[in-house]
């Protein structure tokens, strides 16, 4: 099923997977947007999102700090943002560019379980 799913995708719409796919915070869609896409307001890419979102294919949440085992810092996926508050944090331009310094709260893209199934070939498309 991904194959076709995936051939349906928008540009705008692929961008947000692999950036979904890869855990990446939102700034970091901007180098797989081409020129079309980075001339869009960022309400209207905004708008783009919430339906990926709405489809149950990724989750937008909050960069948190991470502590390996060997006790070296990082980062990870975080709280999620409740749906009820995404037009207002995905509007928000600031949101869309890299933070100075300290990543902790940065928004961030994760793709949910539905959305892997989009990203990923299954075994059967595999085989072919």
């Known amino acids: 099923m991904s194959e076709r799913e ?11 997977m692999v950036n979904s796919f890869e855990i990446d915070i939102l700034a970091g869609v901007w180098g797989d947007f081409d020129d079309v896409d980075r001339a869009r307001p960022v ?22 700090p991470w502590t390996s085992p060997s006790g070296e810092q990082g980062f990870q996926p975080g709280e999620l943002v409740p749906r009820d508050e995404l037009p207002a944090v995905l509007e928000d331009a600031a949101n869309w560019e890299y933070p100075d ?21 299954s ?3 595999m085989a072919e």
């Open 43 to 64: 309400r209207e890419l905004a708008g783009i999102l919430l339906s990926l979102i709405d489809r149950g294919w990724i989750e937008v949440r909050r960069v948190a």
């Open 6 to 16: 995936w051939q349906a995708l928008t540009k705008s719409e692929e961008a947000f």
């Open 123 to 125: 075994p059967e498309e």
């Open 101 to 121: 310094g300290d990543w902790i709260g940065a928004v961030i893209l994760v793709e949910t379980e539905a959305g892997m199934k989009i990203t990923r070939r």
